[in-house]
């Protein structure tokens, strides 16, 4: 049954690198890598005739997110506890700073469309975090997956 | 409140009729994923060609990048959600022969196949397409199957 399970959490690690290859290509596609397609993307676009996003508006996007980031993360991150990787000092801040960069990845938006633009920064720090974090761990876990 | 592990899952009434509303949702939600998939999307060749591509004759644009990457994301998180918890119930309930094993990796197989021949249907080769929906419809056979068999086994099969 353990060999069973172990193959479950490497498809499941397989699936969450898809995850994580759609988000990136579709963070590029609607919004783009830069200060300003993100500006652009939230606070709308005379020359690209967008409108600016309203606070229900991103509220509207980010509420399956906020369910979804959260299972996502809790599911991911708990087969870390049995890997020998729960011993490392550095785990709980590896978690810690997941969550954080989910949260702030969800909710800079609210900030750009107040005129906040520097947020922008924040929301692109936050996507890479989460991005670079998850991959790491994902690494972690398929690594210690291949040695069972 | 004391958590334990369950040794004879059969044995707890409240603990099996909870995990035969989970399957029975996964099955509802099996059937209805083909409902809304021959609706908004195609579940057959043409369709499907045209709801990506669109059809110059019936004035049908096609899916620009953007929606197709949204439908895309979605499929990935809550496939990989429903076949993780309903593999973890169909490994914990049956038999370890070599059966369960090959029906449990070529059910997660499939899934990971339709999800990468439909992106790359849409993004490289539509020659892809074919295949995507040979997977998708063997990942619901054999979900189906899963769901099926662990109601059996948890309900009327005897030990």
Do not use: C
Request: aromatic letters at 20%.
């Amino acid at each position: 049954m353990q060999q069973r399970y172990n193959s479950l959490v490497l498809y499941f690690v397989l699936f969450s690198l898809l995850l994580l290859g759609s988000a990136y290509l579709l963070f590029d596609a609607k919004i783009g890598f830069s200060y300003n397609g993100i500006l652009h993307y939230y606070q709308g676009d005379k020359t690209l005739f967008t409108s600016a996003k309203s606070f229900s508006g991103i509220l509207k996007i980010i509420l399956p997110h906020i369910f979804a980031f959260g299972l996502f993360l809790m599911v991911l991150l708990h087969f870390g506890v049995f890997t020998a990787f729960r011993k490392h000092p550095l785990f709980r801040y590896f978690i810690y700073t997941l969550g954080i960069a989910a949260f702030v990845e969800l909710f800079s938006p609210f900030f750009i469309i107040l005129g906040l633009g520097f947020f922008a920064y924040f929301k692109l720090l936050a996507f890479f975090v989460l991005e670079v974090g998850t991959l790491i761990f994902i690494w972690l876990l398929f690594r210690s997956v291949l040695t069972h | 409140m004391r958590f334990t592990l369950i040794k004879d899952l059969q044995k707890e009434r409240p603990m099996v009729m909870s995990i035969n509303i989970l399957l029975l949702f996964t099955l509802l939600y099996l059937v209805s994923d083909i409902f809304v998939k021959t609706e908004n999307f195609g579940i057959t060749l043409t369709a499907l060609h045209t709801t990506l591509f669109g059809n110059a004759d019936e004035f049908i644009d096609p899916i620009t990048r953007a929606v197709f990457l949204e439908h895309l994301h979605g499929e990935i998180f809550f496939m990989m959600m429903i076949l993780l918890t309903l593999s973890a119930v169909f490994v914990r309930v049956s038999k370890k022969n070599s059966f369960s094993l090959l029906v449990l990796n070529l059910n997660l197989i499939s899934a990971l196949f339709s999800l990468i021949t439909l992106a790359v249907g849409y993004f490289y080769l539509s020659s892809f397409l074919p295949l995507y929906l040979a997977t998708f419809f063997s990942w619901h056979i054999l979900s189906f199957f899963m769901s099926f068999y662990a109601l059996w086994r948890l309900n009327a099969a005897k030990i």
